[in-house]
C-alpha cells in the first residue's frame, strides 16, 4: 500500500519503493553538473543491466509510447517497407506511429489474448520481401499476454534482413528479455512499470545495426533524434533538460534491482501471477482472458450483465485498490488485475478481496 493508504493493481503506472519516493524528495539539482553526470552514468549503465545489452542504451524525457514513437522515427525513413505484428491495443499504437509519420505497414494480426504465432511469422515473411524492420511486443497489458521473443527474433533474422523492434516498456524488469543474446536490434521501455519509478522515462537499447539504421533513417526528428542523444552520453547528460527528479528516482529504484538480482526478479515475478490467479480461480472461478499469459498481469473475463466499469469505480471509491479495465472492445468486459514491479502479495490479496465482496462465486454481482 502506498503512503495515501491506497493500493494500485493497474500495469502502469505501479506502486513505488519508499527508497524512490525518498530519492524523488530530495532538493533539485542542475542537469549540467558533476552530481547529475555521475548519477546519469550510472542509471545508463544499470539500465544495460537490465536490458542483458552490452550496445547503446538512450534516455528520454516521455512516456512509453515517446519511446515507442522514437524507434520509428529513427530507424525508417519515407516508403520503407515494415511488418508489425499486433496482440493487442498496443501492437494497435506501433501501427498507428507508423501511419502519423505516412508509413504504410503489413499488419499481421492476432486474436486479442493470443501471441504471435510463430508459424504465421515465418509464412509472412517468406511472402514479404525488402523489410526493413518487424515490430513486437514484449507483453501487452491490453490482453495480459508474453510473446515468445527468443523464437520470434530467430525467425525474423532466418528470414530476413530486417531489424527486430520491440515494445519491452511493460515487460522490461518483470519477464525475461536477453537483448544481445537474441538478437534484438531495438528494444524501447518506460520507468513507471517494471522499472518501479514514476512516469516520465523513455528508454531504447540498439544494436550495431540499429545505431547504423540510426544514420540513414530519414524521417523527420528533432526531440527523439537518436543522434543527438547518443553524442550526449560521452558528456553524462541528456541534450534537452531531463526530468531530474524522475532520473534520481530511477537510479534509486535500479540499486533495488540490482541487489536483489535480475533473474530472482523474474522469478518473483513468476510466483506472484502463480499466486494471483490461483487466489481468482479459487475465490471467483472466473475465466482468464490470456491464453498465453504473461507474469505482469491478470485479465478475467466478467460475466454478461455485471457492470465491469461500475464495479472497478466501487471498489477504487470504497476500498482505495486501483483494478483496470478493459481497453477499446473489452471495455467493461474485463478486469485486469497486475502483479509486477513493487506490487506485493498482500496487495494482490487486497484486490481479489475487493473483488469477491462485490461478486458471488459465479461471478454475478451479490446483492
Given at each position: 500500500?502506498n503512503?495515501?493508504?491506497?493500493?494500485?493493481?493497474?500495469?502502469?503506472?505501479?506502486?513505488l519503493?519508499?527508497?524512490?519516493?525518498?530519492?524523488?524528495?530530495?532538493?533539485?539539482?542542475?542537469?549540467?553538473?558533476e552530481?547529475?553526470?555521475?548519477?546519469?552514468?550510472?542509471?545508463?549503465?544499470?539500465?544495460?543491466?537490465?536490458?542483458?545489452?552490452?550496445?547503446?542504451?538512450?534516455?528520454?524525457?516521455?512516456?512509453?509510447?515517446?519511446?515507442?514513437?522514437s524507434?520509428?522515427?529513427?530507424?525508417?525513413?519515407?516508403?520503407?517497407?515494415?511488418?508489425?505484428?499486433?496482440?493487442?491495443?498496443?501492437?494497435?499504437?506501433?501501427?498507428?506511429?507508423?501511419?502519423?509519420?505516412?508509413?504504410?505497414?503489413?499488419?499481421?494480426?492476432?486474436?486479442?489474448?493470443?501471441?504471435?504465432?510463430?508459424?504465421?511469422?515465418?509464412?509472412?515473411?517468406?511472402?514479404?520481401?525488402?523489410l526493413?524492420?518487424?515490430?513486437?511486443?514484449?507483453?501487452?497489458?491490453?490482453?495480459?499476454?508474453?510473446?515468445?521473443?527468443?523464437?520470434?527474433?530467430?525467425?525474423?533474422?532466418?528470414?530476413?534482413?530486417?531489424?527486430?523492434?520491440?515494445?519491452?516498456?511493460?515487460?522490461?524488469?518483470?519477464?525475461?528479455?536477453?537483448?544481445?543474446?537474441?538478437?534484438?536490434?531495438?528494444?524501447?521501455?518506460?520507468?513507471?512499470?517494471?522499472?518501479?519509478?514514476?512516469?516520465?522515462?523513455?528508454?531504447?537499447?540498439?544494436?550495431?545495426?540499429?545505431?547504423?539504421?540510426?544514420?540513414?533513417?530519414?524521417?523527420?526528428?528533432?526531440?527523439?533524434?537518436?543522434?543527438?542523444?547518443?553524442?550526449?552520453l560521452?558528456?553524462?547528460?541528456?541534450?534537452?533538460?531531463?526530468?531530474?527528479?524522475?532520473?534520481?528516482?530511477?537510479?534509486?529504484?535500479?540499486?533495488?534491482?540490482?541487489?536483489?538480482?535480475?533473474?530472482?526478479?523474474?522469478?518473483?515475478?513468476?510466483?506472484?501471477?502463480?499466486?494471483?490467479?490461483?487466489?481468482?480461480q479459487?475465490?471467483?472461478?472466473?475465466?482468464?482472458?490470456?491464453?498465453?499469459?504473461?507474469?505482469?498481469?491478470?485479465?478475467?473475463?466478467?460475466?454478461?450483465?455485471?457492470?465491469?466499469?461500475?464495479?472497478?469505480?466501487?471498489?477504487?471509491?470504497?476500498?482505495?485498490?486501483?483494478?483496470?479495465?478493459?481497453?477499446?472492445?473489452?471495455?467493461?468486459?474485463?478486469?485486469?488485475?497486475?502483479?509486477?514491479?513493487?506490487?506485493?502479495?498482500?496487495?494482490?490479496?487486497?484486490?481479489?478481496?475487493?473483488?469477491?465482496?462485490?461478486?458471488?462465486?459465479?461471478?454475478?454481482?451479490?446483492?
Open positions: 500500500m503512503a495515501a493508504g491506497r493500493i494500485m493493481l493497474t500495469p502502469g503506472p505501479t506502486p519503493p519508499p527508497e524512490v519516493l525518498e530519492a524523488m524528495s530530495r532538493p533539485l539539482i542542475h542537469h549540467r553538473t552530481e547529475f553526470g555521475a548519477l546519469f552514468a550510472q542509471v545508463i549503465e544499470d539500465m544495460k543491466w537490465v536490458y542483458r545489452t552490452r550496445g547503446t542504451v538512450l534516455m528520454m524525457t516521455c512516456s512509453g509510447t515517446g519511446a515507442m514513437e524507434a520509428v522515427v529513427n530507424l525508417l525513413s519515407p516508403g520503407d517497407a515494415t511488418l508489425v505484428c499486433t496482440t493487442g491495443a498496443f501492437g494497435d499504437r506501433f501501427v498507428a506511429i507508423h501511419r502519423a509519420f505516412g508509413l504504410k505497414p503489413e499488419v499481421l494480426a492476432f486474436e486479442w489474448g493470443r501471441a504471435v504465432d510463430a508459424d504465421a511469422l515465418r509464412a509472412k515473411l517468406r511472402a514479404l520481401k525488402g526493413r524492420a518487424v515490430f513486437f511486443q514484449h507483453t501487452d497489458t491490453s490482453t495480459g499476454i508474453v510473446n515468445d521473443l527468443k523464437t520470434l527474433a530467430k525467425i525474423v533474422h532466418e528470414e530476413s534482413d530486417a531489424l527486430v523492434v520491440v515494445d519491452s516498456v511493460s515487460g522490461l524488469a518483470c519477464e525475461p528479455l536477453e537483448t544481445d543474446a537474441w538478437g534484438l536490434d531495438a528494444v524501447l521501455t518506460g520507468s513507471q512499470k517494471g522499472l518501479m519509478n514514476a512516469p516520465g522515462l523513455g528508454f531504447a537499447a540498439l544494436s550495431p545495426r540499429a545505431l547504423k539504421a540510426v544514420e540513414a533513417a530519414g524521417l523527420p526528428r528533432f526531440n527523439f533524434d537518436y543522434r543527438l542523444i547518443a553524442k550526449s560521452a558528456d553524462r547528460e541528456t541534450p534537452w533538460t531531463p526530468a531530474i527528479s524522475i532520473v534520481v528516482g530511477q537510479a534509486a529504484a535500479l540499486k533495488l534491482l540490482r541487489a536483489e538480482g535480475l533473474e530472482a526478479v523474474w522469478r518473483r515475478h513468476d510466483a506472484l501471477a502463480a499466486h494471483a490467479r490461483e487466489r481468482l479459487k475465490t471467483l472461478g472466473l475465466p482468464f482472458f490470456a491464453k498465453d499469459p504473461a507474469n505482469i498481469l491478470t485479465g478475467v473475463v466478467l460475466p454478461a450483465g455485471v457492470d465491469g466499469n461500475k464495479l472497478l469505480a466501487d471498489i477504487l471509491r470504497e476500498d482505495g485498490i486501483s483494478i483496470a479495465g478493459g481497453q477499446m472492445h473489452l471495455k467493461g468486459k474485463i478486469a485486469r488485475l497486475a502483479h509486477m514491479a513493487y506490487i506485493s502479495r498482500a496487495d494482490v490479496d487486497a484486490g481479489v478481496d475487493a473483488l469477491a465482496r462485490r461478486l458471488a462465486p459465479t461471478g454475478e454481482v451479490r446483492r
